[in-house]
């Protein structure tokens, strides 16, 4: 890693410049607008790889030379862009092997970006040897803080299922698995006699009839992923070859399922994102926190940078609504309080050719005067007051497990329920913990866990026997462990652990299950005595160790139980056998398709600091109404009440009483406090200085409806 970008101020601001569309006159006015909204970095060229290579090996890099001085003379650096997501038209016409071939056969057409096969060796050697050029122009170059290498690997492209890319996939399976005896053993080919007989034999997963091989689907996503990181080395090598900024590319680690940015994160020098809001969806900015936190955690708590999101529509929803007034705002600074340095957008200048005319920018078509420039150029200067904020991080002590695999492998087909999807799971129990204003880390299931006091397993069907060993002895070792239903099934091969699920999990959760009751679409399945109610999913469990804290109370598995609890060692184990909602009467939002590209298929807590005897016991855990005090209503006792009394026998500190709308989140010594609600907010015990505002708080600061307050408390508080 070559460190971190050294940008001349404190947090990035800035965005995607394409100059090459416009004439030079447009230029100049830029970087005096630039300079005027506190611009200071641009993320330059995504997408000029036909200027700079108007044929194959003839370059031309004039325009680009005068551009990069212009920015340098404004005092605007730039995160250099290798522009190889987005071939020229003649690298399609010279290499016709190297088009994208779908699942169903298809060759892709050109007129867009991403068209190419990511195993293709051709395109390997066109984008080297531009990013060569590039790095050996600029490297040196003092305005170059940093590399943008490509533009979302796997936007589109993310699976080619060409001959050459089947190819590539059998070197990668001989890899793997040695000899084809070991790949038949592996993916169980017994099954319906589909043994192979050789390497040769394997075909990438094409479209088939129903039920091809899951273990080969579930290779085939691996494989894919592997090929784009391969593209990413080459060009960042080559680029290192030059010099040593920091080299990233750009995630879309909410947005894009294909990709395993756990594999990705240590490719890159700082972990980049790129954020879009699904705008019709209620209280998005829940799901925005999640794609935020999740990130910072792929960056391994490291600051990280967000490195595209729109100032208002984008142009690629069905309906695409502009941001309400001040939403911008609260977004930019949402990223910020979760732990990214930077607030960059797709794009500068809204452009007036091409498919992405109708997507908002920094600088809309409607020019300077319009309210959208004017919050730019607010945002800007508010940003400037934050500079103190850089580097710091944020602590969790709840983590959330997410692994790319078990996503994958959940979605393929033939599974108990097409009602099983993996966000839905995750967005529920992120989004009860979100409304008890706890910050949460995101974790693999194989991670050191112990600095967290408690651990969440929204949808963990794939799970190793090795990751279900690491999670038994976080709990033994005094962690709360939280594991909703379907988690721990198959290993990673798709295969069903041996003896009764959820084999991975079973001594860790003290329970087995004897038969899963997937409800219909829409049903629902009464628990407990308090009105709670279960979706999508009831099952047949049978104590071995745990105690019953809820039963079902109708429904298939009337009288059995459908919330457990487990004492192990130090700790306990929590399952939850139904879904429950994260709110009274809201189910979380399911993304349906939502970029949904591919279907595819901290320091250590002291132990004391795990006691249950800790202030906030809620005495019986059993008891879901929360703690004593906290006056839970009926209709509040979901699954965030359960989690609630969780939180309070692992001891987790959080502020009580606040409305769910406001977003509380600590970054280093500051806090963030963001009122997403149309009514202003008191949060008391609050003092010191507003970075945003110099405003003086002394015992309590009130955030005014739909605004951000962001302060540094004061001396060492
Ligand atoms: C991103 C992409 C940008 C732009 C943007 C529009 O996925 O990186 O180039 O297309 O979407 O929302």
New binding site residues.
């Given amino acids: 890693m070559s460190g971190y970008p050294a940008l001349p101020e404190g947090i990035a601001y800035g965005g ?1 410049y394409n100059p090459e569309q416009w004439p030079e006159e447009v230029w100049r006015e830029d970087v005096r607008l630039m300079r005027e909204a506190g611009v200071n970095l641009v993320s330059l060229g ?1 997408f000029n790889w036909s200027m700079l290579e108007p044929a194959e090996g003839v370059y031309d890099f004039d325009r680009l030379d005068r551009i990069v001085e212009l920015l340098h003379s404004w005092g605007i650096m730039i995160n250099l862009a290798t522009p190889t997501s987005s071939p020229p038209t003649w690298f399609r016409t010279a290499h016709p092997g190297a088009r994208l071939v779908d699942r169903e056969g298809h060759v892709i057409a050109g007129g867009t970006r991403h068209s190419f096969c990511p195993s293709s060796p051709e395109y390997a050697t066109a984008s080297q040897r531009l990013a060569e050029r590039l790095a050996e122009r600029y490297a040196g170059h003092p305005a170059i803080a940093m590399w943008h290498v490509h ?2 690997y796997g ?1 589109a492209n993310a699976r080619c299922y060409c001959e050459t890319s089947a190819e590539a996939f059998r070197d990668w399976l001989r890899e793997r698995h040695g000899d084809v005896a070991a790949l038949n053993a592996a993916w169980g080919t017994t099954f319906w006699g589909l043994t192979y007989g050789s390497f040769e034999e394997v075909e990438p997963p094409r479209l088939a009839l129903p039920g091809q091989l899951t273990a080969l689907q579930l290779d085939y996503a691996r494989f894919s992923v592997e090929a784009h990181i391969a593209n990413f080395r080459r060009e960042r090598d080559t680029i290192r070859r030059f010099g040593d900024q920091p080299v990233t590319t ?1 995630f ?1 680690i909410a947005n894009c399922v294909a990709m395993d940015y756990w594999r990705w994160a240590d490719e890159v020098d700082v972990v980049s994102n ?1 954020h ?1 809001l699904e705008a019709v969806r209620a209280e998005n900015h829940i799901e925005l926190a999640m794609a935020a936190d999740l990130t910072r955690s792929v960056a391994g708590g490291r600051p990280w940078m967000l490195m ?1 999101h ?1 100032t208002g529509a ?3 929803q069905p309906r695409n609504l502009a941001k309400r007034p001040g939403e911008m705002r609260r977004n930019s600074l949402a990223h910020v309080a979760r732990g990214s340095d930077s607030v960059l957008f ?2 500068w200048r809204a452009s007036r050719h091409g498919a ?1 005319k109708f ?1 908002s920018a920094m600088l809309p078509h409607a020019g300077t005067d319009s309210d959208l420039w004017r919050d730019v150029v607010a945002l800007g200067a508010g940003l400037r007051g934050l500079a103190g904020l850089r580097g710091s991080r944020v602590e969790a002590e709840v983590a959330l497990v997410w692994d790319w695999e078990s996503f994958w492998a959940l979605e393929l087909e033939w599974r108990p329920s097409v009602d099983l999807r993996f966000r839905e799971r995750m967005e529920a129990y992120y989004e009860a913990l979100w409304r008890e204003h706890v910050t949460v880390d995101f974790a693999r299931p194989g991670d050191d866990l112990s600095a967290y006091r408690m651990v969440v397993v929204p949808s963990s069907y794939l799970l190793t026997e090795a990751a279900g060993k690491n999670l038994r002895r976080y709990v033994e070792a005094g962690g709360h462990l939280v594991v909703s239903y379907f988690s721990g099934i198959v290993d990673e091969n798709d295969a069903v652990h041996p003896g009764a699920p959820p084999g991975a999990l079973r001594d860790v959760l003290g329970l087995t299950v004897e038969e899963f009751h997937p409800l219909p679409e829409n049903g629902t399945v009464p628990v407990g005595d308090d009105g709670l109610t279960g979706r999508i999913w009831s099952e047949r469990v049978r104590l071995a160790g745990a105690r019953a804290v809820h039963a079902f109370t109708g429904g298939p598995d009337a009288g059995h139980p459908a919330v457990t609890r487990h004492e192990l060692g130090a700790g306990t184990a929590w399952y939850v056998a139904t879904a429950l909602d994260p709110s009274p009467d809201r189910a979380p939002g399911v993304p349906e398709g939502f970029r949904d590209l591919d279907r595819a298929p901290g320091a250590g807590v002291p132990e004391g600091r795990r006691d249950p005897g800790d202030p906030g016991d809620p005495g019986d855990p059993g008891d879901l109404g929360g703690p004593a005090g906290d006056t839970g209503t009926g209709a509040e006792r979901d699954l965030r009440a359960l989690l609630r009394a969780v939180l309070d026998l692992a001891g987790v500190s959080r502020p009580r009483g606040l409305p769910d709308t406001l977003e509380l989140v600590r970054r280093g010594r500051h806090l963030f406090l963001i009122n997403h609600g149309e009514e202003p907010v008191t949060v008391p015990e609050v003092s010191g200085t507003g970075m945003l505002d110099g405003a003086a708080y002394t015992g309590s600061a009130t955030v005014p409806a739909g605004g951000v307050t962001v302060v540094e408390p004061a001396g060492d508080a």
């Fill in positions: 995607d995504v533009n979302e936007w750009n879309m790129d879009y595209e729109s984008v142009n690629w797709f794009q992405e997507h």
